[in-house]
């Protein structure tokens, strides 16, 4: 799991780097794309930066090799606090739905297994509601964005130890329709 | 503590017709001081009934962790009359009561059951009935038997001839599949309520004990649904944005407290079922849910964090100022009253352990009484003396009993499936 954040977050990071060093127009029309290293799984997506926010196509959230495929945020046990090193990914999904306000995403908060049920269901819903929050602030529209909470009831991993508590604590970003 | 094993495991074990049940028990640990019983097999009178009686009733006063029944095989005589009584023979065994009975099959499948309950030492009955049963009921007639058995001898009312509703969830192909079952109190005779491909949660019975509201995810979030027990028919109670959770009903059965985030953060409100009135009780930036009624209904319990960890809080039921009533532990949440008000059982962390516990509200007194890692959702029977609760074995969901005292512990073994969120009937109206 750690090894996926750090990747995730590297993605996210150099995509950032690579929108600012175009002059952080929006819209993608100074298109500054390397073919050559886009082979690589990760290597690709750090070189798509075209603009702006890179690019915030619709067309990109069907795109594996987009940082935007990266969509679950993890969380501290008992904790609804979105971590410093998620914060860019999730700005970059806030900067995807403020440029397309027809997409809709639901943000599905969920909690490890330990506990009681009713509890962890009130958790997950306070995780989703920071991301909320952040999307919003971003300048994200109230209308696109809803949540729900599975508290523990639909963990990402079966297992009874850390390694599998960590990848349920978290929250999903699910574009509808997509 | 000095672990006594009984030899009750055999008993369960070898009921005839164990098989057809979903939830089998074992008894994971004895205790001393139980009072030794003897429950002699009953006489068949005409055609045999499809359960045995005897065998029943045993295993429930077993069960309840108060009596010590003796096995089968080291009972000394057969008697089903009073004539064929030695108390003699009884006293020698050691027993001190003695339950005698016979079941006689009566014209189109109807049985009568006969019992006697006697006092060895001095020689007398203390009980005895006679009770018209059919092949469909026999077991709950055993059940009822051994309630009065139960309150004969401890002088507290039985609460065997009630039920468990639970939630179960499988794998199939696959698929996630959940049910919301129900079960007689030993785990037999379960049926189901409700399927769905998504979450089913939190079972709560209505004080009547003829309907059940629970959490079900059926249309990708939750929604709260009452759903009569006897017609299958349901409603939908509440369906708003956000979480619809932690149904609890008063006491007089005219109102639910239940969680709500319709305001944009888990609150705890009371829906008057009449007119659907809604009042909102809490207002704290924290996570406020699994509210629950104290039995005389005057006040409310529920877990909040608006402290930093999850802990118990009580409010009037009109809402306003929370005390805390946890402070031992991090964490402290799915209260449940027992039936005389006096004490909690709860879900306790400390130190990564999750347990159930009891705390007696006059003297603060928190007692850990059960012995797992991952337990949750404890619910007192309609008695007080046990506490049902969900647990993991072998990495799955199982139910397991504890005595309310926390000196005698069982487990409710499913053959596949995880079972979590038991939650214990009330006593039956009919009594």
Not at chain 2, 235 to 259: C, H, K, Q, Y
């Amino acid at each position: 799991m750690k090894l996926v954040k750090t990747v995730a977050v590297a993605m996210v990071m150099a995509w950032i780097a690579g929108c600012s060093s175009t002059g952080g127009t929006k819209g993608g029309d100074v298109a500054v794309e390397d073919r050559g290293a886009a082979e690589g799984a990760y290597e690709g997506a750090t070189t798509t930066g075209v603009g702006g926010y890179g690019d915030l196509s619709v067309e990109s959230l069907s795109d594996p090799n987009s940082p935007l495929s990266q969509r679950v945020i993890y969380f501290a046990y008992d904790s609804s606090e979105v971590a410093e090193e998620d914060r860019p990914l999730v700005e970059m999904h806030a900067a995807f739905l403020a440029a397309n306000p027809g997409v809709k995403v639901s943000l599905e908060g969920h909690a490890d297994e330990r506990g009681a049920r009713e509890y962890n269901i009130g958790l997950g819903d306070h995780r989703a509601q920071s991301v909320r929050r952040m999307l919003e602030l971003q300048g994200v529209a109230a209308e696109q964005v809803s949540t729900v909470s599975y508290g523990e009831e639909k963990p990402a991993v079966e297992g009874h130890d850390e390694s599998a508590w960590a990848m349920n604590r978290r929250v999903e970003l699910v574009y509808v329709g997509y | 503590m000095k672990k006594i094993w009984l030899s009750i495991v055999t008993v369960v074990l070898c009921m005839p017709g164990w098989l057809q049940a979903a939830l089998t028990i074992e008894i994971t640990q004895g205790i001393e001081g139980a009072v030794p019983i003897a429950v002699v097999p009953f006489a068949t009178i005409g055609q045999p009934a499809p359960e045995n009686v005897a065998q029943i009733i045993a295993a429930d006063l077993a069960r309840s962790g108060r009596f010590a029944p003796t096995a089968e095989q080291d009972l000394i005589a057969r008697p089903s009359e009073v004539a064929q009584v030695r108390f003699q023979d009884w006293r020698t065994l050691g027993v001190d009561s003695l339950v005698i009975g016979k079941v006689e099959s009566l014209a189109g499948g109807q049985y009568r059951v006969q019992f006697r309950v006697f006092d060895v030492f001095r020689a007398r009955q203390l009980t005895g009935y006679s009770l018209p049963a059919s092949a469909d009921n026999l077991r709950h007639v055993a059940h009822r038997i051994a309630d009065i058995i139960y309150e004969q001898l401890t002088g507290e009312p039985g609460a065997f001839a009630t039920r468990i509703a639970y939630v179960i969830s499988e794998s199939r192909n696959g698929e996630k599949q959940y049910q919301l079952q129900l079960a007689d109190s030993d785990g037999y005779n379960p049926s189901t309520l409700l399927t769905s491909q998504q979450p089913l949660m939190s079972p709560a019975w209505s004080p009547d004990g003829r309907r059940l509201a629970y959490v079900s995810f059926e249309k990708g979030r939750a929604s709260i649904f009452v759903q009569d027990i006897g017609t299958g028919q349901r409603s939908e109670l509440a369906s708003f944005a956000g979480i619809n959770g932690a149904p609890s009903w008063s006491p007089d059965g005219r109102s639910m407290v239940l969680t709500l985030s319709r305001d944009g953060n888990p609150e705890i409100y009371r829906l008057q079922l009449n007119d659907k009135k809604l009042t909102r009780l809490t207002r704290s930036a924290g996570i406020d849910t699994e509210p629950v009624f104290a039995p005389d209904g005057s006040s409310i319990v529920f877990t909040s964090d608006r402290g930093g960890s999850p802990q118990l809080y009580r409010m009037p039921v009109a809402g306003g100022r929370a005390q805390r009533v946890t402070f031992e532990g991090s964490y402290n949440a799915s209260a449940d009253f027992s039936p005389d008000g006096r004490s909690l059982a709860l879900v306790h962390g400390e130190g990564g352990r999750y347990q159930i516990a009891t705390l007696d509200l006059d003297t603060r007194l928190l007692r850990i009484v059960s012995d797992g890692r991952l337990d949750e959702s404890p619910s007192y029977a309609p008695n007080g003396s046990m506490i049902i609760y969900a647990t993991e074995t072998g990495r799955r969901g199982v139910l397991a009993a504890v005595s309310s005292d926390g000196r005698f512990r069982q487990q409710f073994s499913l053959r596949e499936g995880n079972v979590r969120e038991p939650v214990w009937s009330p006593m039956p109206k009919s009594r």
